[in-house]
């Protein structure tokens, strides 16, 4: 999603928290149950496919930061859609 490119090849792909794990702590999570956390991180809908250069490149930061190259919309819905899930400060996430 965030290259647009279809991969073939699986040692270029990580598996990415949209919503990062330590962004969500700075912004609620830090107040959760442990199994609230561990809900979270293994929550299908907040993890995606992705290139791994780009995943690093996004590392710990929000959308206010970074956002991919391609898809800007798409990214910032799903962020925005677990960013209210978890009651973890939507209004931080800007609009597409």
């Known amino acids: 999603m965030y290259s647009g490119k279809l991969i073939h090849d699986a040692t270029v792909i990580d598996i990415d928290h949209v919503v990062p794990l330590k962004w969500a702590w700075d912004h609620g999570a830090n107040e959760w149950t442990r199994e609230r956390r561990i809900e979270f991180a ?4 907040n993890l995606l496919a992705v290139e ?3 995943n690093r490149q996004k590392g710990a930061k929000g959308p206010g930061e970074w956002q991919p ?15 209210i899930k978890y009651d973890l400060a939507p209004n931080l996430v800007p609009p597409c």
């Open 52 to 54: 791994a250069s780009l």
């Open 69 to 83: 190259p391609t898809n800007q919309c798409q990214y910032l819905s799903r962020f925005r859609r677990i960013a």
């Open 42 to 45: 293994n929550d299908p809908v």
